[in-house]
């Protein structure tokens, strides 16, 4: 079980570091920061529950408050269709916008409902299993 739920949340963290370089539109720069930014208050998580960090409620719940603001703003960043060679994303985003939008707020809504529920360690897996269900489920359809 646990596997599977770190596995979620490598697959949503994917390859930022290597993303990001390099990048020429603006618009598309910022798309990329917000999406950056809840990987890393993933990774704090992650690390927590991974034992690499100690164990810390106010922040993990700091992390979950970052992902939730952070997740409100998918939908206008990537209303407007902009393109860069190194984008990650993917034009069915442009073809598919409800559905899009859609997956950004559940993103949102899942980061909201669980902050202030993290009082433990072992709360942290299932969070982020439930949260990188939501990264992936959008990255799955609209992320190379
Ligand atoms: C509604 C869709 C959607 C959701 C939800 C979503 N992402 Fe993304 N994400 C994208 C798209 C599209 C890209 C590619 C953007 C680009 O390259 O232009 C991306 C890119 C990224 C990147 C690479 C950024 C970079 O520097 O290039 C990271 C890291 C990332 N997402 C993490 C996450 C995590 C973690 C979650 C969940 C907590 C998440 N995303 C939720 C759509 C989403």
Redesign the pocket.
Known sequence: MKKTVFAVALV???T?AL??GGVKNKD?MA???V??T??DQ?KIIGAMAKGEAAFDASAANDALTE?AAQ?AQ?GSL?ETRAD?P?????PA?WKDWED?AH??S??ETT?EGLIGTVSAQAGLGPALGQ??G??K???SK??K
């Open positions: 949503a963290l994917g930022a993303a990001h598309v798309r990329m920061e999406m950056k809840i990987g993933m992902i997740s998918i990537f860069d190194k984008s990650e994303a993917l985003i899009f997956l950004a559940a993103a980061a949260l990188g939501t990264c489920a959008c990255h609209y992320r």
